[in-house]
């Protein structure tokens, strides 16, 4: 599978509420960069370490589905980036933001993600901040 085709089964497994399907996509050393100033900010280094990142954003939302909406895509041979709009809720409050992930892919497995927010101070607000 070529790095689009991966990302477009990444995508998938997440839109029918598969977060471990989504979670094979990942090589066992796989480094997320999350920004911000939040607890779960930084460096998530492994298949572990990144899953339990992720599961902990979750954890801090009303859980699955997140509204994702990819609204544009940039293909390299092992790089994908997509400018997304995403929705979580949480009670009574909403975060709606944009952001641009970035994902490296080797032999058919995500190895790199960083994640650049249009307004992390929003994004900190929703998750927890400091």
Known sequence: MDAD???????????????????????DDV??????RSALA??????AAVVDAILALLAR????????EVLDRLVSANTVALVLRE??????????LRRVN???????????IDIFEADQYEVDAFFGGE
């Open 87 to 96: 929705v979580a809720t949480r009670g009574d409050a909403t975060l709606e």
């Open 5 to 27: 085709e991966v990302m477009q089964e990444y995508g998938a497994a997440w839109g029918r509420g598969d977060p471990a399907g989504a979670f094979a996509f990942y090589a």
């Open 42 to 47: 930084g460096e998530h280094r492994g298949k």
């Open 102 to 112: 970035v994902y490296r892919i080797r032999d058919g497995k995500i190895t790199d």
């Open 61 to 68: 939302t009303d859980g699955l589905p997140v509204t994702v």
């Open 31 to 36: 480094v997320m960069h999350l920004p911000g």
